[in-house]
């Protein structure tokens, strides 16, 4: 007797959630595992770290998202070891069997091993980082409001961000509306004039990937919000009190946000297979492994070339056609057929800057200001998960638009 084939999907990203999806009335067994319950809207992990939305308004638990999907069973647990010959992934001390697998356990920050970095640096990746962010920086206020010493205080109030791509001018931008708006409100003693926002970028660009008129813009519109920008500026080492650069300056500050490096996760490793940079497995055009062609990788994990040679960036919108055409690869083995050659097609790039202000290039058109910022808004309201979480978000954007208030502005304990 034929037995249903069945899928182990490992990751429950924007990839992984596709593939799944795409498998819903196939004749198939789906098992979906992820080390966390949820799915995360990581575009939007910023907002959480500047206390502009709350990590439940920007993550939905996996199950939810399944509840009506016969074929599917969700698995909690961290996937710790594969075997491609006999076919089976090791979670929690259990092992799963596949017919088919697919890799999409996405990337992590990449502290290109600098130690103390990567103990006194923050990060957005997940909801405990972005969190952890939040905390620091509104306690870094409450201490500096009580701070009698102006040097110290003033350390306090330094906010170094590294890495000029789409996260830090993003994060740069609304942490300096942040203090502008709603900490000069809340703190009307403080001299919040002493408080500085400086993004260091190692090349002569922000935002690399984007056309010379949007990188203009982007600089325009950081510089209109007081963010100090520091372009061909590496950044050497970062003790948590001072960041030295590479020409030997030294920055006194208490917050160094990192969003210059990501990698591919830690399970790409661990595997034996072949990595490209960024650790990222080395796939065949279809997105299978060449050796393994029951395995696929897909999304932040997958080192795939578009047709210049050039590698695909992580970037979500990679992660969700990979998951579409792997479902529908998937769908044509099973019934006898063959997968076929993955093709990206580029939607165009946008990135916002703060209130009224973004950047976009969409249908080789470029735009930047109001227009570009209602086209952000609409589309991330759009593409986070779940009804309520929609609307919770489109509230809270508009009361901060209208009072210019962030409102989650609570410390909590780690
Ligand atoms: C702060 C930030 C801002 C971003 N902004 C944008 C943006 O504006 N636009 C854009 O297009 N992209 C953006 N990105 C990139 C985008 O989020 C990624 O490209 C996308 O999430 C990749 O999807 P993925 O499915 O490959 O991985 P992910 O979405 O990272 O999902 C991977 C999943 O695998 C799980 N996992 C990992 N290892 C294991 C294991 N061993 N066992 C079980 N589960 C495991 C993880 O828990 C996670 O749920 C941003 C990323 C960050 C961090």
């Known amino acids: ?101 697919v890799i999409a356990v996405g990337g992590c ?45 003033k350390a306090m109030l330094t906010f170094v961000i590294v890495g000029g791509g789409p996260t830090g001018v993003e994060t740069a931008g609304a942490l300096a509306e942040l203090i502008e708006h709603v900490m000069a409100k809340d703190f009307p003693r403080l001299n919040l004039d002493e408080a500085r926002v400086l993004l260091l970028e190692a090349s002569p660009h922000l935002i690399s990937a984007y056309p010379d008129e949007l990188r203009r813009a982007t600089h325009h519109l950081l510089r209109k919000k007081n963010v100090e920008i520091l372009l061909n500026t590496k950044m050497e080492n970062y003790d948590g009190q001072r960041v030295t650069l590479g020409n030997g300056t030294k920055i006194e500050s208490q917050t160094l946000i990192w969003t210059a490096g990501v990698k591919a996760a830690e399970l790409a490793d661990r595997i034996g297979v072949e990595q490209a940079s960024a650790g990222r497995i080395r796939v065949a055009p279809t997105l299978q492994l060449a050796r393994h062609p029951q395995a696929f990788v897909i999304g932040d994990a997958a080192f795939v070339v578009d047709g210049n040679g050039s590698p695909l960036p992580m970037l979500s919108t990679v992660a969700i056609q990979q998951g579409k055409a792997v479902a529908g690869s998937i769908r044509r083995l099973v019934a006898g057929g063959e997968a076929v050659p993955f093709r990206y097609k580029d939607p165009g790039l946008l990135a916002t800057v703060g209130r009224n202000a973004a950047v976009a290039r969409i249908f080789g058109l470029s735009f930047s200001g109001l227009i570009a910022w209602l086209i952000w808004v609409a589309l991330h309201i759009y593409r986070i998960i779940g009804f309520r979480n929609r609307l919770a978000v489109m509230f809270n954007w508009a009361w901060d638009y209208f009072f210019y208030e962030n409102q989650v502005r609570l410390i909590t304990r780690e």
Do not use: C, W
């Not at 206390?51 to 399944?66: E, N």
């Not at 009506?68 to 710790?80: D, H, P, T, Y």
């Not at 979670?91 to 069997?97: D, E, K, Q, T």
């Not at 990746?125 to 905390?135: F, G, L, P």
């Open 1 to 101: 007797m034929k037995t249903t084939p069945h899928i182990v999907i490992i990751g429950a990203g924007f990839a992984g959630l596709e593939v799944a999806r795409g498998l819903a009335k196939a004749p198939v067994r789906v098992t979906l595992i992820d080390k966390h319950n949820h799915h995360l809207f990581q575009p939007l992990l910023y907002q959480v770290a500047i206390a502009g939305l709350l990590p439940s308004q920007i993550a939905q638990p996996v199950r939810t998202i399944f509840r009506r999907q016969k074929n599917l069973a969700f698995q909690m647990g961290e996937v710790s070891e594969v075997n491609f010959d006999e076919r089976f992934v090791k979670l929690n001390g259990s092992v799963i069997a596949y017919d088919y697998l």
């Open 109 to 153: 920050t990449n502290f290109f091993g600098h130690q103390t970095l990567e103990e006194h640096g923050f990060q957005l990746k997940d909801i405990e980082s972005a969190v952890r962010t939040r905390n620091h920086l509104l306690s870094l206020f409450e201490k500096a409001s009580a701070e009698g010493d102006a040097e110290k205080r």
